[in-house]
Structure formats: structure tokens, C-alpha cells
């Protein structure tokens, strides 16, 4: 039965309590998954039973797919409208039910199947993501230079937010990527504030009918809507009281905030809603689990009428513009116009627009400069990124180039300069010993860099290109011996058939002697001349292909020859890069050469500096001893010295 042949019927909330954390909260809180029944007792023993469509935890959340969130699916792609709520406080772990690999995933995955499997009328998706703050202000996640967004109704497609970007997604992949964008977005533009942030996920199926059911060019139109409700449902909580609260508490549609009105026309209009309320027993407080379990038994008391959404932009726009001209019409008939009239008429123009905008061919043409736009921004970022990785590089260069003439500059010195005393050789050392290590790591940080910026699989490439050239030159060789072989048989056929034709001549014409042989030869003649003129066709047809395929030999001989200059340069960089490594590290030997014989002669000069002071300190010693030991026979040798010295004056 076609899904739009079922009839309108009302559909109950259904609502999952997922437990993102094991165990009971103090006694106070038990849970039973078989009888999807959760008791908690509150002060005073005070025992309240709630009883849901499913209690889970975060470790079966699997389950609920084919239960709750396939039938939803299977609706939206027949053209109902349906709605999944994520409630339930930061710490309530309802992130990982909104990453791509969880409940989304699950969602997205079984929506495009459901797509896959319509087989009439011509499909087309759009995405949406919005994000809100707690102020009630709202912005676009997909199209940062979009505009203000306003909560509007329409007649014909009711509640829609003006000014948001519907982006075209044909694939599965681009809504997941879509939506991770949006989120990453979300993250960088809530900073302190995420987990006061609400967001809002769409997409919109539309299928345009075909055969009978397109006598006026319908459309039916399904939306899939993912909510992120952020805060608590105790009011006073440090995170903010739920929207979902404040719209249950509130009787009347809320028109000047964008959430409170979407949420309203989700819970009241024509759609099916799945609430997903996170909760955490083991941190939350014991009021915040009561009331977040009441929140939830309310909201599936809600029931919401489902309604195909189905409609004609042709009688649509027919019966806006009757509409403005029977206004206009009252209008300047009336002496002053009344403002209602005004307010309607512009209304009627807004209304009247949206229609148009609703075209495919915009929406997609849109679509094409939203995702150009994207392309250049991530170009853009690939590019700042090179060019910091090359400033990196340039500077790893510069940097090194300056450790080594200082190191140089310190070497030199050192060796010039000569003897010097044991504090200042030992300081020049230990500043040189620094620069080496300081060079070394550069070199290494510098290698590392080069290296992740390196494109491999050149080689693999060419050798694949060859392998598909070699693949389409057999190709072509089979397709032109094939039609060589078929012009062969046609003329074969050809051939035989007017030999056919000039056997059956003859034999009806029965002419005997000069005249028979005469006949007999001109048709003779006629075979022979159609024979001919099929080996012309067959050599011209030759001569083409052979032609071709010399071309296609001079083609590929110029590639081999192209590649194999590659691979020679390739084989040339290799060599020259091995045999700068090898200089580099042989001069890296030399170079530490050099330094270990300086520290050699260095300490050697220390040593026999040290040898000497220590022979003078011994002299010095030995003096003091032999003094020590004879101090007359000392002053008579001085006195016999004097003694010798004024004999030696006065001659």
C-alpha cells in the first residue's frame, strides 16, 4: 500500500530513559529494562513508579533503533514530519548519543536507506543545523555569513525558520559531514557556555509524484528534526531550566522566539516525536533525577495528530496571488487603507516569496555556492598551514645556520687564543659542547619536518598509469579488429549474395551461346567490381587502424621515455641526497674530531700546567725542608758568599 493512501491517525511521544552510568543512586532509584519501569523513592519513602517506552543505558543504546527510530524514518520519508529529543544535562552523558557514531549515525544511516528503497518520483534532501543560546538568540551553523533567523508560518508548508541555509546533500557521507562541521562549529562558538547552548539538526526528504499522482505536479515533504535540548528540568538549575519545560508549562505558541517555537510545533503539530532523556544517577542530585523522570512520564502523555504533508506550488502560488489581487482590489476601492489590510498584504507577498524560493533549482544553485565556498575556505587553510610548515622549516634553517658559524666562531677562537686558564677553557668548552647538542637537535627537528612533507607514491602512481594505458590499448585493439572482422563478414555476405542473385539470373534468363556467355560475364564483371570495391574498404579501414595505433606506439614510447627520465631522476635525487647524507655525516665526524682533539689539547695544557705548579710547590717544599734541617751551615755559606763577592770588588 502507497504510504500516502494511510490515513491520519494520532501518535503518542514515545520516551527512552538512557542511564549513561551503572548502579543504583544511594538506594533511592532502581531500574527494571524488561519492564522499562523505573522507582525512585524520595525523602520521606516516598516511592514514585514511572513506566516508559524503554530504559536502557548507554551500552545497549543499539536497540533502540529497530523499535523507535526505523518506524520513525520509514514516516519521514513517506511524507510525515518526525522529531528526536535529546534531553538531559551536560553531565548526563547525552554527547555521546549525538556523536556521529551513535544514535545520529543510526539515524542518518536509516534514513537515506529508506530513500534508496523509493523507486517512484525524483528525490531531493537538504540538511539544516542551527544553534541557540540562552538569551534566545539563534544562529546558522552551516552558512556564517547567513541572516538573521525568524520564526515564521506559512499556509502552506506551516512552521519554517526564515533565513536558514538549506544546504542539497546527496549522499550519506555529506550529511555526516554536514552535521560534524556543525558541531565542531558549535564547540568553537558556545566556549564556557556549551553546555547552555541548544542546537537543532534537519533534514528535509521531498519526492516529486509521478504518473497519476502528479496531475498537478505535487510534492510531498518530510523532515527528520534532532534536537539538542541543553539544561536541567529542576528549575534553579546552575545550568539552565530545559526549553522543554518551559514549553509544557506554557499554553500558548511563542512566537518571537525561534526554540520555544519550534518545540511547540513539534510536541503539538503533525509529527511523531521520540524523546531520548539522559540521566546519571550517580552524580545528579536526587531532585534533578526526580524531576527529569516527571519531565519525561509528562511528555509522553502528549499526543500530536500526523498528517501527511503533501502540496501543489502551483495552486500554492495560484491561490497567494488571487489572494493579493482580491486585496488589492478591496484595497483601492476604500477611500484609506486600513493597516490590517497592509499587514495582510505584505504577508501575502512574504508568503507568496517563500513559495518561489522553494524551487529546487535555486535551492540547489545555492547549495553549489555554499559548498564552492566551503572547498576555498578548507584551500585556504591547507595553503596557511603549508606556509607556516615552510616558515618552520625556513626558520629551522636560518637557525641552524647560525648555530653553526657560532660554533665555528667558538672552535676558531679557541684554537687561536691558545693557553688561557683553566676557568675560561673549561667555559668555552662546556658553551661549545652546548652548541653541538643545540645543532644536533635542529638537524633532527629538520629532518622530521622534511620528511612529513614529502608526497609518496609517485612510482606507484606512474606504474598504475601505466597499467591502465596498456589496459586501454588492448581495449582499442580488440574493438578494431572486431569491427574489421564485422566489415569482413558483411562484405562476405554481400558478396555471396549477388552471387545468389546472378545464379538465379542466369538460371531464369536460360540464354545459350554468345549471349549467355556475354551475360554470364557482365554479371561476372559486377561481382568482381563489388569484390574490389570491398578490399578497398577493408585496406582503408586497415590503413585507420594501423594508423591509430601507430600514433598510440609513438604516444607510448614518448611516456616510457618521459618515465624512464623520471625514474633517472628520481634515481639521481636518491643518489644525491645519499651522498649529501653521507658528507654531512662524515663531516659531523670530522667535525667532532676536531672538538674531541681540541678538549684533548685543552686538557692536556691543563694537566701540564697543573704538573708544573705542582714541581714548583715540591721545589718549594724540599727548600723549606733542607732549611729546616740545616740552618748554621746556611748562614756560613751566605757569609763565605759575601765574603767572596767584596774580594772579587775590590780587585
Given at each position: ?9 494520532a ?6 530513559i538512557?542511564?549513561?552510568s ?8 532502581t531500574?527494571?529494562?524488561e519492564a522499562n ?29 529497530p ?5 520513525l524514518c520509514?514516516l ?5 514530519h518526525g522529531a ?5 544535562t ?5 554527547e ?10 543510526q539515524?542518518v544511516?536509516?534514513?537515506f536507506n ?10 531531493f ?5 542551527i544553534?541557540?543560546y540562552p538569551d ?5 551553523l ?5 541572516r538573521g ?5 506559512h499556509?502552506a ?8 541555509c538549506?544546504?542539497a546533500?546527496?549522499t550519506?557521507?555529506?550529511?555526516l ?5 556543525g ?10 557556555l556549551v553546555?547552555?547552548?541548544?542546537s537543532l ?13 502528479a ?10 528534526r534532532v534536537?539538542?535540548l ?8 546552575l545550568?539552565?531550566v530545559?526549553?522543554?519545560?518551559k514549553?509544557l508549562?506554557?499554553h500558548k ?7 520555544p517555537?519550534?518545540l511547540?510545533?513539534t510536541?503539538t503539530g503533525?509529527?511523531?516525536n521520540?524523546l531520548?532523556?539522559?540521566v546519571?544517577?550517580q ?10 523522570l ?5 511528555v ?14 502551483q ?9 493579493i ?20 498584504f505584505e504577508?501575502?507577498?512574504q ?5 518561489k524560493n ?9 547549495s553549489r555556492?555554499?559548498?564552492?565556498r566551503?572547498k576555498?575556505?578548507?584551500?585556504q587553510q591547507?595553503?596557511v598551514?603549508?606556509l ?12 641552524l645556520k647560525?648555530?653553526?658559524?657560532q660554533?665555528?666562531?667558538?672552535i ?8 688561557v ?6 667555559e668555552?668548552?662546556s658553551?661549545?659542547?652546548k652548541?653541538r ?10 629532518k622530521t ?6 608526497q609518496?607514491?609517485n ?9 591502465t594505458?596498456m589496459?586501454e590499448?588492448?581495449v582499442?585493439y580488440?574493438?578494431a579488429q572486431?569491427?574489421r ?14 552471387l545468389d ?9 536460360k540464354?545459350d ?12 564483371r559486377?561481382v568482381?567490381v ?6 578497398r574498404?577493408?585496406?582503408l579501414?586497415?590503413?585507420k587502424?594501423?594508423e ?11 611516456t616510457l621515455?618521459?618515465?624512464?627520465l623520471?625514474?633517472?631522476r628520481?634515481y ?17 665526524l670530522?667535525?667532532d ?6 678538549y684533548l689539547?685543552?686538557?692536556?695544557r ?5 704538573s708544573k705548579?705542582?714541581h714548583a710547590?715540591?721545589a ?12 748554621g751551615?746556611?748562614r756560613?755559606d ?11 770588588d775590590r780587585?
Amino acid at each position: 500500500m502507497d504510504p500516502f493512501t494511510r490515513r491520519d491517525a494520532a501518535a503518542r511521544v514515545g520516551v527512552v530513559i538512557v542511564q549513561t552510568s551503572d548502579g543504583e543512586h544511594g538506594g533511592r532509584l532502581t531500574v527494571n529494562e524488561e519492564a522499562n519501569s523505573v522507582d525512585y523513592t524520595r525523602e520521606g519513602d516516598e516511592k514514585m513508579s514511572f513506566v516508559f517506552d524503554a530504559v536502557t543505558n548507554q551500552h545497549n543504546i543499539q536497540r533502540l533503533y529497530p523499535e523507535l527510530l526505523r518506524p520513525l524514518c520509514e514516516l519521514v520519508c513517506s511524507g510525515y514530519h518526525g522529531a528526536v529529543l535529546v534531553g538531559g544535562t551536560l553531565r548526563s552523558g547525552k554527547e555521546k548519543l549525538l556523536q556521529t557514531q551513535s544514535v545520529m549515525k543510526q539515524l542518518v544511516t536509516g534514513l537515506f536507506n529508506e530513500i534508496t528503497k523509493i523507486n517512484t518520483g525524483e528525490m531531493f534532501t537538504t540538511a539544516s543545523f542551527i544553534q541557540f543560546y540562552p538569551d534566545d538568540s539563534a544562529v546558522d551553523l552551516l552558512d556564517k555569513e547567513g541572516r538573521g533567523l525568524k520564526p515564521r508560518t506559512h499556509p502552506a508548508s506551516g512552521a519554517y525558520v526564515e533565513g536558514v541555509c538549506e544546504v542539497a546533500v546527496e549522499t550519506l557521507e555529506e550529511t555526516l559531514s554536514l552535521y560534524e562541521e556543525g558541531r565542531e562549529t558549535l564547540s568553537a562558538n558556545s566556549g564556557p557556555l556549551v553546555g547552555r547552548c541548544s542546537s537543532l539538526f534537519s533534514v528535509n526528504v521531498e519526492r516529486r509524484l509521478q504518473g497519476e499522482e502528479a496531475a498537478e505536479q505535487q510534492y510531498c515533504h518530510g523532515t527528520l528534526r534532532v534536537f539538542d535540548l541543553a539544561g536541567g528540568a529542576r528549575k534553579g538549575d546552575l545550568n539552565g531550566v530545559s526549553t522543554l519545560v518551559k514549553v509544557l508549562e506554557s499554553h500558548k505558541m511563542a512566537d518571537d522566539r525561534l526554540l520555544p517555537f519550534l518545540l511547540a510545533d513539534t510536541l503539538t503539530g503533525s509529527c511523531s516525536n521520540v524523546l531520548l532523556y539522559c540521566v546519571q544517577p550517580q552524580d545528579l542530585l536526587d531532585e534533578e533525577t526526580y524531576h527529569a523522570l516527571a519531565l519525561a512520564q509528562r511528555v509522553r502523555g502528549l499526543v500530536t495528530h500526523m498528517v501527511p504533508s503533501r502540496w501543489c506550488p502551483q495552486r500554492a502560488t495560484q491561490d497567494i496571488r488571487e489572494r493579493i489581487q482580491e486585496l488589492q482590489t478591496r484595497m483601492v476601492s476604500q477611500a484609506e487603507n486600513d493597516e490590517e489590510d497592509i499587514r495582510k498584504f505584505e504577508m501575502l507577498i512574504q508568503h507568496l516569496q517563500i513559495v518561489k524560493n522553494q524551487d529546487w533549482a535555486k535551492k540547489k544553485i545555492q547549495s553549489r555556492e555554499i559548498w564552492e565556498r566551503k572547498k576555498r575556505l578548507k584551500e585556504q587553510q591547507s595553503k596557511v598551514e603549508k606556509l607556516s610548515h615552510n616558515d618552520d622549516i625556513q626558520g629551522a634553517t636560518e637557525r641552524l645556520k647560525q648555530l653553526q658559524t657560532q660554533l665555528r666562531v667558538q672552535i676558531e677562537a679557541h684554537i687561536r687564543e691558545g693557553k688561557v686558564s683553566v676557568d675560561t677553557s673549561q667555559e668555552r668548552l662546556s658553551h661549545i659542547q652546548k652548541l653541538r647538542e643545540a645543532i644536533k637537535e635542529e638537524e633532527t627537528r629538520l629532518k622530521t619536518g622534511s620528511s612529513d612533507s614529502e608526497q609518496p607514491g609517485n612510482q606507484t602512481n606512474q606504474a598504475e598509469d601505466g597499467f591502465t594505458q596498456m589496459s586501454e590499448v588492448e581495449v582499442e585493439y580488440s574493438k578494431a579488429q572486431s569491427r574489421r572482422q564485422m566489415l569482413m563478414e558483411d562484405h562476405r555476405a554481400l558478396i555471396q549474395k549477388e552471387l545468389d542473385k546472378m545464379e538465379r539470373e542466369l538460371g531464369e534468363e536460360k540464354a545459350d551461346g554468345l549471349e549467355g556467355r556475354l551475360l554470364r560475364m557482365n554479371m561476372e564483371r559486377q561481382v568482381l567490381v563489388l569484390q574490389l570495391e570491398a578490399l578497398r574498404r577493408e585496406k582503408l579501414e586497415a590503413e585507420k587502424d594501423l594508423e591509430a595505433q601507430h600514433r598510440r606506439h609513438i604516444q607510448e614510447l614518448h611516456t616510457l621515455r618521459e618515465e624512464g627520465l623520471q625514474v633517472f631522476r628520481v634515481y639521481r635525487q636518491v643518489f644525491e641526497e645519499q651522498k649529501e647524507m653521507l658528507e654531512d655525516r662524515y663531516r659531523s665526524l670530522l667535525q667532532d674530531a676536531i672538538q674531541d682533539a681540541v678538549y684533548l689539547s685543552a686538557k692536556n695544557r691543563q694537566l701540564q700546567a697543573e704538573s708544573k705548579r705542582l714541581h714548583a710547590v715540591l721545589a718549594e717544599l724540599r727548600d723549606t725542608i733542607s732549611a729546616r734541617a740545616d740552618p748554621g751551615g746556611w748562614r756560613d755559606d751566605d757569609h763565605s758568599s759575601s765574603k767572596k763577592e767584596e774580594d772579587s770588588d775590590r780587585r
